[in-house]
């Protein structure tokens, strides 16, 4: 298997898996599809809890201290969130839904245009914040196999069928958002090689893991947490976590 054969399987799916979701969708009544979006939404704040638990890890504590990897995800989140927050990131993200609906949807009434944004914001945000994008994508660049990414792939097509019998076509707009991301880790892994320690990696995932909280509540409805804007975090967390090894 070539570099991005993983990615482009993760592609597949989650247009596969939309293109089911949205002939499933409107044969469901409307109580049927929110139920199937609380129901995912739950799901992810375990993925989120399980990822997060990566800041009790022993190899975290003892490249920083027992002290320091809660610190870490703490500063992670609010320099990210202060960063994203002034790149508007969120309004960036939610601007790109709104474009590519005019441009795939053509015109449409105000309540189909917001399905569509909020479709495709959920499903590129679930689909790219999770831990196995970064460590898959990295891994396959490393050609050390796409393993990960396939089973990441199987994930998000039975995800991408529940959110789209919800939220429509701009869930299969995400499979753009996946093709960038995981296809830059991918070269960057290619490139690069081994950056990343294990450490680094840890506080990065449990960084990914709070952030998949905030995806969690936007859909069960509990808050719309800003988490385009916190995005950053996943960069500031590896340079943080080598601020302080070097520190010590």
């Given at each position: 298997?070539?570099?991005?054969?993983?990615?482009?399987?993760?592609?597949?799916?989650?247009?596969?898996?939309?293109?089911?979701?949205?002939?499933?969708?409107?044969?469901?009544?409307?109580?049927?599809?929110?139920?199937?979006?609380?129901?995912?939404?739950?799901?992810?704040?375990?993925?989120?809890?399980?990822?997060?638990?990566?800041?009790?890890?022993?190899?975290?504590?003892?490249?920083?201290?027992?002290?320091?990897?809660?610190?870490?995800?703490?500063?992670?989140?609010?320099?990210?969130?202060?960063?994203?927050?002034?790149?508007?990131?969120?309004?960036?993200?939610?601007?790109?839904?709104?474009?590519?609906?005019?441009?795939?949807?053509?015109?449409?009434?105000?309540?189909?245009?917001?399905?569509?944004?909020?479709?495709?914001?959920?499903?590129?945000?679930?689909?790219?914040?999770?831990?196995?994008?970064?460590?898959?994508?990295?891994?396959?660049?490393?050609?050390?196999?796409?393993?990960?990414?396939?089973?990441?792939?199987?994930?998000d097509g039975f995800a991408a069928i529940a959110f789209a019998a919800s939220f429509g076509w701009g869930v299969a707009a995400s499979a753009l958002a996946v093709l960038v991301v995981q296809g830059t880790l991918t070269v960057l892994g290619f490139a690069?090689?081994?950056?990343?320690?294990?450490?680094?990696?840890?506080?990065?995932?449990?960084?990914?893991?709070?952030?998949?909280?905030?995806?969690?509540?936007?859909?069960?409805?509990?808050?719309?947490?800003?988490?385009?804007?916190?995005?950053?975090?996943?960069?500031?967390?590896?340079?943080?976590?080598?601020?302080?090894?070097?520190?010590?």
């Amino acid at each position: 298997m070539f570099p991005g054969f993983g990615t482009a399987v993760n592609v597949v799916t989650v247009l596969a898996g939309s293109t089911i979701g949205v002939l499933l969708g409107h044969r469901l009544p409307q109580r049927t599809r929110d139920v199937v979006t609380d129901a995912l939404g739950l799901v992810t704040l375990l993925v989120a809890a399980l990822s997060a638990l990566t800041v009790t890890d022993a190899a975290l504590s003892d490249a920083v201290g027992d002290s320091a990897p809660v610190l870490i995800v703490l500063g992670s989140l609010l320099v990210g969130g202060i960063v994203g927050s002034l790149l508007h990131l969120e309004y960036q993200l939610e601007n790109l839904g709104s474009t590519l609906q005019r441009v795939l949807a053509g015109r449409s009434d105000s309540d189909e245009r917001r399905r569509f944004i909020e479709g495709f914001v959920a499903a590129s945000l679930l689909f790219c914040v999770g831990p196995l994008t970064v460590l898959g994508s990295l891994s396959d660049g490393l050609g050390n196999g796409a393993d990960q990414l396939l089973l990441k792939a199987t994930l998000d097509g039975f995800a991408a069928i529940a959110f789209a019998a919800s939220f429509g076509w701009g869930v299969a707009a995400s499979a753009l958002a996946v093709l960038v991301v995981q296809g830059t880790l991918t070269v960057l892994g290619f490139a690069l090689g081994e950056f990343l320690p294990e450490a680094h990696v840890l506080a990065l995932t449990a960084t990914g893991g709070l952030l998949l909280v905030g995806v969690g509540l936007r859909l069960l409805q509990v808050k719309q947490v800003p988490v385009g804007d916190l995005l950053p975090a996943l960069v500031v967390a590896p340079l943080l976590t080598e601020i302080v090894i070097a520190l010590r």
